[in-house]
């Protein structure tokens, strides 16, 4: 894979202080998924950093139709891209990016945030953006 100058920053310091929060499907262990995510907006004004493993999810709107199954509520997408490994021949890589765009949503109005948000759900990644 081939990443722009952009996937080449890492996350320094702390987390953007925009609440962002993390909704993690279930997966069996628990860890991060190669996928694609969204990062959306409840009616309350809440946002939310959705990702779904790449089995189950062929489009970014497949991500938004289940969870708004599982939230019980209209959900605004503000934009999405992919989560996945930066060296996928590796199992254990620890390397992680969050990059490119949702072709129906775009990619979000701070991509710094989302991956500090990624970052400090997963401190033994190091995550690209």
């Known amino acids: 894979m081939e990443y722009s100058e952009e996937s080449e920053r890492k996350i320094d310091g702390p987390a953007p202080e925009a609440p962002l929060h993390f909704?993690?499907?279930l997966e069996e262990d628990r860890g991060p998924v190669d996928g694609k995510y969204v990062i959306v907006r409840k009616k309350d004004g809440e946002e939310l950093f959705a990702t779904l493993p790449r089995r189950?999810?062929?489009l970014h709107t497949d991500i938004i139709d289940i969870l708004e199954s599982e939230l019980g509520e209209k959900v605004t997408c503000i934009g999405g891209g992919y989560f996945e490994k930066t060296d996928p021949a590796r199992d254990a890589d620890k390397?992680?990016?969050v990059q490119g765009k949702s072709s129906d949503f775009g990619v979000e109005p701070d991509r710094k945030r989302t991956a500090a948000?990624?970052?400090a759900q997963f401190p033994e990644l190091t995550i690209r953006f």
């Open 56 to 58: 189950r999810a062929e």
């Open 95 to 97: 390397e992680w990016a």
């Open 117 to 119: 948000l990624v970052q």
């Open 23 to 25: 909704y993690h499907f």
